[in-house]
């Protein structure tokens, strides 16, 4: 399933995004008044330059005792980004979100604009309900092949108590 596929992602209102210079305070007023986990920093042409998430705040801006309405965005920004295209498949997303270990995932388009952003949250709502699926279709798939699995352990265990029997008739 591609990222445009999900409702979540279709659904889905303006990123909250800021321009590398705003200062953390105004940001996190923002972010706090929304209930959003991150925010874009981006550049003039709308394309991301880094993300700011909770986690950020926490590390290095808390834990560091910063003055949030002194500190620029730009200070506390993660700049390895990860960027998708809506075209990208969710299950790979998914995978490589857990793997490395970030919960946001902005999408962009072609040119690099960024576009929605989607959290981890909005693909585990979809890995869940599929994988039920998945687990009902794997039952059905093995209910069916069981008969001839079934009827193959009968047909050894037949062949081991004949051949036992001749074993003792033999002897």
């Known amino acids: 399933m591609k990222i445009k596929d999900r409702p979540e992602y279709r659904s889905k209102g ?25 925010v874009v920093i981006v550049d003039s042409a709308n394309k991301p330059l880094g993300i700011v998430t909770e986690r950020d705040l926490m590390r290095r801006l808390l834990a560091k005792h910063k003055d949030p309405s002194a500190t620029r965005l730009a200070e506390i920004m993660t700049t390895e980004l990860k960027v998708a295209k809506a ?19 902005p999408i962009v388009d072609d040119a690099g604009v960024l576009t929605s952003m989607m959290s981890q949250g909005d693909f585990v709502s979809y890995t869940w309900p599929e994988l039920f699926q998945r687990l009902g279709e794997q039952s059905k798939a093995t209910f069916i092949k069981m008969p001839s699995l079934i ?7 037949i062949f081991a108590v004949a051949a036992g029997f001749l074993v003792m008739l033999g002897s």
């Open 14 to 38: 303006l990123v909250l995004s800021f321009d590398k210079d705003t200062p953390v305070l105004d940001a996190v007023a923002v972010m706090s008044e929304k209930n959003y986990g991150a």
């Open 151 to 157: 009827s193959m352990v009968i047909s050894i265990v």
């Open 87 to 105: 075209e990208d498949n969710l299950l790979d997303w998914l995978r490589i979100m857990s793997n490395e270990r970030f919960r946001h995932l």
